[in-house]
């Protein structure tokens, strides 16, 4: 039986265990799975980050890598898509009290559930979590995290190389301004990486290359993503590079609008947002699913990572600049190679990229 999307209607109202028990004693095994709560190898329970799935990005990453769990270590699961950060401490609560099924690991998804979180594993210390992109302090807290500061640091070579180009590729076009944007989701210290990242990258080079930056303050508002672009591209912006989940939708449908240049981010998002693969440079990608994977298959080898905090960078293959799947031959030879280089120095230590924009 595939996996299921416990309502989140349902859970706002505040639905009671029984109710929890009765949507998830069914849970699946992923596609074609056959597996049940009973016979699972192990009980997951996933409450993904504001925005849901089908953003194309974050949410849709940490999916894949709860339908790879499912269908080579033959796991069940059920899912909650929170709308509301206040929603978060209700969901992670209800999985940690839930005793049909029990559940053997609950996956919060996203830096926002770290306060949540943190009261909810000090109520529930027997339940194991796993967190991502973000650090609880907690013995049955399994946290992720990723250096999304070095893959950020090639996508800011790369938009200033294009910007300081003529390069003409897709629907997009470089006017040779020297000038590219940022555009975050909500303001935080982990966005802040990306950001700080970015413009490092760009400070790198030679040229002369002036910088934007704005926050939406939403990840789920492409309207605001969009008109935060239009507005850098309007101040002669050639390439934008957004870390908004699904608000960066909008930093794509400006691109499109003024024929210019964009940068995605957790999943090759030329391919998940293929509507504007024509103007998506590249992408830089986070291993979210490798997170979710790592942190379930060590559930079911009974060797949960309790209180540790693993740590991907590109070293870890955790984060990658990955080329569009239209626009990546069309990015000239001598740009892609100084990328290349730039993540190898990075890998090799010799270029230490910081975490902050006062870093930078």
């Known amino acids: 039986m ?72 033959s796991v069940a699961s059920d899912r909650t898509q929170p709308s509301e950060v206040s929603e978060f401490a209700n969901f992670q609560q209800q999985f940690a009290q839930s005793t049909a099924p029990n559940y053997d690991l609950v996956c919060c998804i996203g830096f926002l559930q770290a306060d949540a979180l943190s009261q909810t594993a000090e109520s529930h210390p027997d339940q194991q979590f ?25 996508a800011g070579m790369l938009a200033g190389l294009v910007s300081t180009s003529d390069l003409s590729a897709g629907g997009g076009s470089s006017g040779g301004n020297g000038n590219v944007g940022f555009v975050g989701g909500v303001e935080s210290e982990l966005i802040e990486k990306f950001e700080a990242g ?14 934007q930056s704005t926050y939406v303050g939403d990840f789920s508002d492409p309207q605001g993503g969009r008109e935060a672009a239009l507005s850098m591209y309007d101040n002669d912006a050639d390439v934008v590079y957004h870390a908004a989940g699904n608000s960066g939708e909008g930093v794509f449908q400006a691109a499109q609008e003024q024929s210019k240049f964009a940068l995605g981010v957790d999943r090759d998002q030329s391919v998940t947002a293929e509507a504007y693969a024509d103007v998506i440079l590249a992408s830089m990608v986070k291993r979210v699913d490798t997170a979710v994977y790592g942190s379930i298959g060590n559930v079911v080898d009974d060797s949960f990572q309790g209180g540790s905090v693993t740590t991907l960078g590109l070293a870890e293959e955790g984060v990658a600049l990955v080329y569009g799947q239209e626009l990546g031959e069309q990015v000239p030879d001598d740009v892609r190679s100084t990328v290349s280089d730039a993540r190898q120095e990075i890998v090799d230590g010799d270029i230490d990229v910081p975490e902050t924009v006062d870093g930078v």
């Open 198 to 211: 970015f413009l490092a990258g760009v400070d790198s080079l030679d040229a002369d290359v002036q910088t």
């Open 2 to 73: 595939p996996t299921r999307d416990l309502d989140r209607r349902r859970f706002v109202q505040g639905v009671g265990l029984a109710g929890l028990a009765g949507l998830a004693g069914c849970a699946g095994g992923g596609q074609g799975g056959t597996e049940t709560a009973g016979s699972a190898a192990a009980q997951i329970g996933m409450v993904y980050a504001t925005g849901g799935l089908d953003d194309g990005s974050f949410n849709d990453q940490a999916q894949q890598g709860l339908q790879r769990a499912e269908e080579e270590l």
């Open 130 to 154: 796993t967190i991502v992109d973000e650090v609880v302090d907690s013995d049955n807290v399994a946290s992720y995290t990723f250096e999304e500061q070095e893959g950020s640091y090639l």
